[in-house]
C-alpha cells in the first residue's frame, strides 16, 4: 500500500509541476482538445484551479467515462482525481475497477489503484494498481496480478493487456493453472481469444499425462497442442522425448521431433536417438531417422544399434502387448561382447529374438560368424544363443595370413555371461584348423564330418569335436601357403567390424 502511494504521489506532482499556461496560451492550446464533461454530481465545491464533486459523479472524456463517489477536477491541468468506487470504461466490453482513479485527458492515460479489477470479455484481471494508456490501449501493472479466463488462472509479477488484441505479456514468475495442468514460465505472451501461450523464456507444462520444458515456443491451451523449442524437452508417461524441436498433440497422443532428438522408454530400458522423428502414444509406436541410434540399457552394459531409419511398433497380442523394432539399411551393432552388420533387422521384446537380414556378420571376441540369415536370442537382457542358417561360417583369426575355419548348414551358439562358449555346427560340417603348441605351428587339419562341436574359452576355440562320419588330413605346416587354405564362401571382414559406439556410423 506504500508503495502505491508513493507511486500515485510521483504521478501527481508530475502533472502538477508543468507550469501553467498564460490565459491567452491556454485558450490556443486547448484549440481542438476535448476537455473532461461532467455528465452528473450531486455536489460541485470550489471554482478555479480546482473543483470538488461529491456524490454520485459521472464524468466523460471523448470515449472514455468515468464514474465515481467523489472527485477533484482541475480544468486548467485537463486532469482529474476520482475516489471509492471508481469506474472507468470505454465501449462496451472493457471495465476497470479500483478506489481511485488519476486521468490525466491530454495524454489520455490512467493510473488506478487500490484492489483493481479489470474485466474484458471472458477476462477478469486482479492486481494492486493498473497503469492504463488509453491511446494506444495497453494495461500494466508491475507489482503482481491474477488473470481468470475461464478454466485459466495465471499469476504473474509484470503484465502488460493489450486490449484491442485482447494479449496479454506477463514477465517473472508466471504460473498458469489449468484443471488438467499447471504452467511456469519465465516470459510468456498469452492470447485470451484464441487461448494460445507463447513461451518467450525458460517454460514448463505439469499435467497428469504432460511434462514438457523448454526456452521458447508455444501452447495452445484449449487443444492442448505444443511446439517447444531450444532444449525442448516431454514426458508423456510412456516416453520421455528431447530434441531442439518438438510439436505434440496431447489429445491424439502425436508428436514430431527434430535434431538431436531422443526419446526414452525406462520400462523397456532403450533408448532411441536421431534428427527426425515422428511419434504415437496409442497404441505406441515411433519411426527416427537421420543419424537414427538404437541403445539397450542393462546396468554398466550398453547395446548400441544404427541405421539408416528406425520403426517400433507395439503388436496387440491375446496374452499381453509386446513391442517390435525394425531397423532398415546399414545396420551396425556394437557392444562391449558382440558386434554384427547386416543390411536390416528385427527386434522383438516378445521372444527377446534379434532377427539380421542380408548379409549379416557377428564377430564375437576373436570369432567372426556369418551366415545367409541369423538370429540372437537374448534373456534377461543378455545374450543367450544364436542361430545361424545357411552356409553358416565361423572364422578365428590366427595371424595375419592364416585363419581357423569351420563351417555347415546350420550353426547354434551358446552364451554364458554374455560370452560365446559353445558352438554346434549341424549339417556338412567342414573344417580348417591350424593346430599350434607351445607357440609353434605343427599341422594344420582339414577335415569334413556331419556335425561338429566347438567350445571356446576366454574368446578363443579350444576344442572341437568331430561328430558322425569325420573324415581328414593333417597336412605339414607347408604343405601349401596359407592362401590356399580356404574354405569355400570364406571371406573375412575385419575391415567392416564396429571398434567402438562411435564406429557403427562409419559407411
Not at 266 to 276: A, F, L, P
Not at 293 to 313: E, G, K, Y
Not at 338 to 344: E, G, I, M, P, T
Not at 457 to 472: A, V
Amino acid at each position: 500500500m506504500a508503495q502505491i502511494k508513493v507511486i500515485r504521489l510521483v504521478v501527481l506532482i508530475t502533472i502538477l509541476s508543468v507550469p501553467y499556461a498564460s490565459s491567452v496560451g491556454q485558450q490556443d492550446s486547448n484549440k481542438g482538445k476535448k476537455k473532461i464533461e461532467v455528465l452528473h454530481t450531486d455536489l460541485m465545491k470550489g471554482s478555479g484551479e480546482m473543483r470538488r464533486l461529491l456524490g454520485n459523479v459521472r464524468l466523460k472524456h471523448k470515449e472514455t467515462f468515468m464514474n465515481c463517489d467523489s472527485a477533484h477536477l482541475y480544468p486548467n491541468k485537463d486532469f482529474v482525481e476520482t475516489y471509492s468506487r471508481v469506474h472507468i470504461f470505454k465501449g462496451d466490453t472493457l471495465h476497470l475497477y479500483g478506489e481511485y482513479l488519476l486521468y490525466d485527458s491530454e495524454s489520455e492515460f490512467a493510473y488506478i489503484s487500490d484492489s483493481v479489477i479489470l474485466i474484458d470479455n471472458k477476462t477478469t484481471l486482479y492486481t494492486d494498481h493498473i497503469d492504463y494508456d488509453l491511446r494506444k490501449e495497453t494495461a500494466k501493472y508491475t507489482n503482481g496480478g491474477k488473470i481468470i479466463n475461464e478454466e485459466n488462472t495465471l499469476t504473474s509479477i509484470i503484465g502488460i493487456y493489450h486490449t484491442k488484441s485482447e494479449i496479454f505479456n506477463f514477465k517473472d514468475s508466471v504460473v498458469l493453472v489449468n484443471p488438467d495442468y499447471t504452467m511456469y514460465s519465465d516470459t510468456l505472451e498469452y492470447n485470451t481469444i484464441t487461448e494460445v501461450a507463447y513461451f518467450l523464456g525458460p517454460s514448463r507444462v505439469r499435467g497428469d499425462s504432460l511434462d514438457a520444458r523448454c526456452n521458447r515456443g508455444w501452447y495452445d491451451t484449449k487443444n492442448e497442442i505444443s511446439l517447444l523449442l531450444d532444449d525442448a524437452f516431454i514426458d508423456n508417461k510412456k516416453q520421455i522425448v528431447t530434441g531442439d524441436s518438438l510439436y505434440y498433440e496431447s489429445d491424439k497422443g502425436f508428436g514430431t521431433a527434430y535434431y538431436d532428438v531422443t526419446i526414452r522408454d525406462s520400462e523397456q530400458e532403450i533408448i532411441v536417438k536421431g534428427n527426425e522423428s515422428w511419434y504415437y502414444r496409442d497404441p505406441e509406436r515411433f519411426m527416427i531417422t537421420d543419424s537414427a541410434q538404437f541403445i539397450q540399457v542393462n546396468d554398466d552394459d550398453f547395446l548400441f544399434l544404427h541405421a539408416d531409419t528406425l520403426r517400433s511398433f507395439t503388436i496387440a497380442d491375446t496374452a499381453r502387448d509386446y513391442r517390435l523394432v525394425k531397423a532398415y539399411y546399414g545396420c551396425r551393432v556394437y557392444s562391449e561382447d558382440l558386434q554384427a552388420k547386416c543390411d536390416s533387422l528385427s527386434y522383438s521384446f516378445r521372444d527377446s529374438v534379434i532377427r539380421l537380414y542380408q548379409d549379416p556378420v557377428i564377430w564375437s571376441d576373436a570369432n567372426q560368424l556369418f551366415a545367409d540369415s541369423m538370429l540372437l536370442i537374448t534373456k534377461n537382457q543378455q545374450m543367450h544363443k544364436m542361430e545361424l542358417f545357411n552356409n553358416a561360417f565361423v572364422i578365428e583369426e590366427v595371424d595375419s595370413s592364416r585363419y581357423n575355419q569351420l563351417k555347415g548348414r546350420n550353426l547354434y551358439g551358446y552364451f554364458e555371461d554374455n560370452k560365446l562358449h559353445k558352438i554346434e555346427i549341424r549339417g556338412n560340417s567342414e573344417k580348417i584348423y591350424f593346430a599350434v603348441e607351445e607357440n609353434e605351428l605343427v599341422g594344420v587339419d582339414r577335415s569334413t564330418c556331419v556335425n561338429m562341436d566347438i567350445y571356446i574359452d576366454d574368446g578363443k576355440i579350444r576344442e572341437i569335436y568331430m561328430l558322425d562320419s569325420p573324415q581328414g588330413t593333417l597336412d605339414p605346416p607347408e604343405f601349401k601357403l596359407p592362401s590356399l587354405r580356404r574354405l569355400e564362401n570364406f571371406s573375412w571382414y575385419e575391415a567392416i567390424r564396429p571398434k567402438n559406439r562411435y564406429d557403427i556410423f562409419r559407411k
